[in-house]
């Protein structure tokens, strides 16, 4: 995550949840996604990490 030391439980946890997770930072940019989040927008992790929201889903 973006500037901000997250503990490794907490992530293990977000990580593991079914449920689509996701945390933008400044100017609206990724800063993390889990692996729900990322199937249910069909997109890899690299495809979205640190880019603008707008950027990815223009519509």
């Known amino acids: ?3 901000r030391a997250v503990p490794a ?30 199937r249910s927008v069909h997109k890899t992790w690299p495809e979205l990490d640190g880019r603008k929201v707008a950027d990815v889903f223009p519509e």
């Open 1 to 3: 995550m973006e500037d």
């Open 9 to 38: 439980d907490l992530t293990a946890v977000l990580a593991a949840a079914a449920a689509p997770v996701v945390v933008c930072g400044r100017e609206y940019r990724f800063a993390y996604a889990n692996a729900a989040f990322c």
